[in-house]
C-alpha cells in the first residue's frame, strides 16, 4: 500500500514522514486513525476469513502464537461461518444416507 522513495518497503522509521500521515488522516475524515490501526484492522479480517495461525504469524512477522492471537478475536461472523459449514456437510451427509437409502431401502444411520 505505501512504498519507500525508490519504489521498495518502506520502512518504519519513515513512515510518518514519507506519508506525511498527520496532515492525511485528518483529511480522509478518520482523526486519530494510527497505521498500526490499519495493521491491526487487515490481520483481524485475515482472521475471520479462517487463515490460519502460521500463517497470521508469518504475514504480521511473528515468532510466537501469543502475539498473533491477539488478531484472533471470537467474532459473530466466524461463529456464522462455522454453523454454515456445519450445515452443509450434515446436508452432504443427508443427501448421501438418502441415496443410499435409495439404493438398498434401508434406514441410514443419522438421525432425522
Avoid at 500500500?1 to 478518520?30: A, E
Avoid at 486513525?33 to 490499519?38: E, K, M, Q, R, V
Avoid at 476469513?49 to 504469524?57: E, I, K, P, T
Wanted: a negative charge; aromatic letters at 4%.
Amino acid at each position: 500500500m505505501f512504498t519507500g522513495i525508490k519504489g521498495g518497503p518502506l520502512r518504519r522509521s519513515g513512515f510518518n514522514k514519507l506519508t506525511r500521515w498527520v496532515d492525511v488522516v485528518p483529511t480522509m475524515g478518520v482523526p486519530g486513525l494510527h497505521f498500526h490501526d490499519l495493521r491491526h484492522t487487515g490481520n483481524t479480517l485475515a482472521a475471520d476469513m479462517g487463515v490460519s495461525l502460521r500463517n497470521l504469524m508469518v504475514r504480521m512477522g511473528h515468532d510466537n502464537e501469543r502475539a498473533a492471537l491477539i488478531y484472533q478475536h471470537a467474532s459473530s461472523q466466524a461463529d456464522r461461518k462455522i454453523a454454515d459449514g456445519l450445515d452443509a456437510l450434515l446436508g452432504e451427509h443427508r443427501s448421501a444416507a438418502d441415496d443410499q437409502d435409495d439404493e438398498d431401502g434401508g434406514g441410514g444411520l443419522m438421525a432425522r
